[in-house]
């Protein structure tokens, strides 16, 4: 029966039916071919999934993202960058990655960070002389830094799953996610001459002291967000609600940007996104009920603890893992179905579930650009009107880039940890 599923599953994503009805089909038939499990198993352990305080924030950062896409804080943050690095060569792709960079900081999710910043710095690019697919892969790319850079959807899950502290998972991901926004302006720095790509002119310093002073409330958000959670006056899920009420009040108040009569329409977005991944996380959690009835953790783990090579061989594995599975499944359905299994077999070999929960969340962020399921390459490209074939050639020098930062994760995992242990001893 296990490998007639398996196949069902294959099939399923191979026709396009969408990840989570996968997964719920194959869990209720599995279940349900099992006599001594009920069938209302599933229900249960769908509800029973979402029920969470902790998961409380996945719609709580998708709604601070639209609300400040809506309140132009987003556009206030681009103008801010573009007058600080704009009159580089490769000025805008410079401003896109810093963009990216410090949204990820408010947003929490990869996707919002793409459809917001991108649906401004793509036409902007194209219109003063990017090539489609350089405008398309610099921001599909940076994108990516919104679930590494605390705070992050992916990484409160990964706590969730893992019962790890979430501060403690956010402080890991900071140095790794300046590190991977670096390395693509790195990327930029090499392009720009040989595809001499366009500059701004420079604006006078007194034009970037007023921008600067503008933007200045969102630019304090992550401060104000990862303070908060590094010094435990709020817990991850209540920094979602205080930025939903920051947003709020400064795009009505502030930038009055925001009209009352628009939140409806901000609400029912959040809402339609949120589902997305919450009927993926529950129908996940069904399935992985099966899963344990198998007992495929201890196969799992009963394969990697006798399998030459230690912890740097069972890391590159679960990277070659990650990296497929991303490629077809969203971060969220993934990790509640594989993080389970693999978890006992990295504590059983030394691994920090730190450690390894940061590089699950790299590697399955990489996956937002890799084609056929990339959803940030996929909003990104639609912005444009390309293939995904053309999107993904102009990804690929930014995908490789944050590569290379993987592979240093992967060879130096204890470094990574060691540094956010020094500035935050009391979350480790």
Same mark, same amino acid.
């Given at each position: 029966?296990?490998?007639?599923?398996?196949?069902?599953?294959?099939?399923?994503?191979?026709?396009?039916?969408?990840?989570?009805?996968?997964?719920?089909?194959?869990?209720?038939?599995?279940?349900?071919?099992? *006599?001594? =499990?009920? %069938?209302?198993?599933?229900?249960?352990?769908?509800?029973? +999934? /979402?029920?969470?305080?902790? !998961? $409380?924030?996945?719609?709580?950062?998708?709604?601070?993202?639209?609300?400040?896409?809506?309140?132009?804080?987003?556009?206030?943050?681009?103008?801010?960058?573009?007058?600080?690095?704009?009159?580089?060569?490769?000025?805008?792709?410079?401003?896109?990655?810093?963009?990216?960079?410090?949204?990820?900081?408010?947003?929490?999710?990869?996707?919002?960070?793409?459809?917001?910043?991108?649906?401004?710095?793509?036409?902007?690019?194209?219109?003063?002389?990017?090539?489609?697919?350089?405008?398309?892969?610099?921001?599909?790319?940076?994108?990516?830094?919104?679930?590494?850079?605390?705070?992050?959807?992916?990484?409160?899950?990964? *706590?969730? =799953?893992? %019962?790890?502290?979430?501060?403690?998972?956010?402080?890991? +991901? /900071?140095?790794?996610?300046? !590190? $991977?926004?670096?390395?693509?302006?790195?990327?930029?720095?090499?392009?720009?001459?040989?595809?001499?790509?366009?500059?701004?002119?420079?604006?006078?310093?007194?034009?970037?002291?007023?921008?600067?002073?503008?933007?200045?409330?969102?630019?304090?958000?992550?401060?104000?967000?990862?303070?908060?959670?590094?010094?435990?006056?709020?817990?991850?899920?209540?920094?979602?609600?205080?930025?939903?009420?920051?947003?709020?009040?400064?795009?009505?108040?502030?930038?009055?940007?925001?009209?009352?009569?628009?939140?409806?329409?901000?609400?029912?977005?959040?809402?339609?996104?949120?589902?997305?991944?919450?009927?993926?996380?529950?129908?996940?959690?069904?399935?992985?009920?099966?899963?344990?009835?198998?007992?495929?953790?201890?196969?799992?783990?009963?394969?990697?603890?006798?399998?030459?090579?230690?912890?740097?061989?069972?890391?590159?594995?679960?990277?070659?893992?990650?990296?497929?599975?991303?490629?077809?499944?969203?971060?969220?359905?993934?990790?509640?179905?594989?993080?389970?299994?693999?978890?006992?077999?990295?504590?059983?070999?030394?691994?920090?579930?730190?450690?390894?929960?940061?590089?699950?969340?790299?590697?399955?962020?990489?996956?937002?650009?890799?084609?056929?399921?990339?959803?940030?390459?996929?909003?990104?490209?639609?912005?444009?009107?390309?293939?995904?074939?053309?999107?993904?050639?102009?990804?690929?020098?930014?995908?490789?880039?944050?590569?290379?930062?993987?592979?240093?994760?992967?060879?130096?995992?204890?470094?990574?940890?060691?540094?956010?242990?020094?500035?935050?001893?009391?979350?480790?």
């Amino acid at each position: 029966m296990g490998a007639l599923l398996v196949i069902m599953f294959i099939v399923f994503v191979a026709i396009g039916v969408p990840i989570s009805f996968a997964l719920g089909v194959v869990s209720f038939t599995g279940i349900a071919s099992l *006599a001594q =499990i009920p %069938n209302t198993v599933v229900f249960s352990k769908m509800f029973n +999934g /979402l029920n969470s305080f902790t !998961l $409380l924030a996945v719609p709580l950062f998708i709604l601070a993202a639209n609300l400040m896409n809506e309140g132009a804080i987003t556009e206030k943050l681009i103008d801010c960058c573009n007058s600080m690095v704009g009159h580089f060569r490769g000025g805008l792709a410079y401003s896109n990655v810093l963009v990216s960079m410090i949204f990820a900081g408010i947003s929490g999710s990869s996707q919002a960070d793409t459809a917001g910043v991108g649906k401004i710095f793509i036409p902007a690019m194209e219109k003063q002389g990017y090539d489609k697919g350089t405008s398309v892969g610099v921001t599909a790319a940076s994108s990516t830094l919104g679930s590494i850079i605390p705070p992050s959807i992916t990484m409160v899950v990964y *706590a969730g =799953i893992a %019962n790890v502290s979430t501060g403690a998972l956010f402080m890991s +991901g /900071l140095v790794p996610g300046i !590190l $991977l926004g670096l390395a693509m302006m790195a990327v930029v720095k090499f392009y720009s001459k040989r595809k001499n790509f366009p500059k701004c002119e420079k604006v006078p310093f007194s034009k970037v002291v007023r921008q600067t002073l503008e933007s200045m409330p969102a630019l304090l958000t992550p401060i104000i967000l990862i303070g908060g959670i590094v010094s435990g006056l709020f817990t991850p899920t209540e920094s979602a609600a205080f930025a939903c009420i920051y947003a709020l009040l400064v795009g009505i108040f502030f930038y009055k940007t925001i009209k009352v009569k628009n939140l409806p329409r901000i609400l029912i977005e959040t809402m339609k996104l949120s589902s997305l991944s919450l009927f993926a996380l529950a129908t996940a959690n069904a399935l992985g009920e099966l899963l344990s009835y198998y007992q495929l953790n201890v196969i799992v783990q009963q394969f990697f603890t006798t399998m030459p090579g230690g912890k740097l061989v069972f890391l590159i594995v679960v990277v070659a893992f990650f990296m497929f599975v991303g490629t077809f499944m969203d971060a969220v359905p993934a990790m509640i179905l594989f993080v389970p299994i693999i978890l006992p077999s990295a504590t059983a070999l030394g691994i920090s579930p730190i450690i390894l929960g940061l590089i699950i969340v790299v590697t399955l962020a990489l996956g937002l650009v890799t084609p056929p399921y990339g959803l940030c390459l996929l909003i990104a490209s639609s912005i444009s009107g390309i293939t995904i074939e053309d999107a993904f050639k102009g990804t690929l020098p930014y995908f490789l880039s944050s590569i290379a930062v993987l592979a240093l994760l992967v060879l130096f995992p204890n470094l990574w940890l060691a540094i956010p242990a020094t500035i935050f001893p009391g979350l480790f």
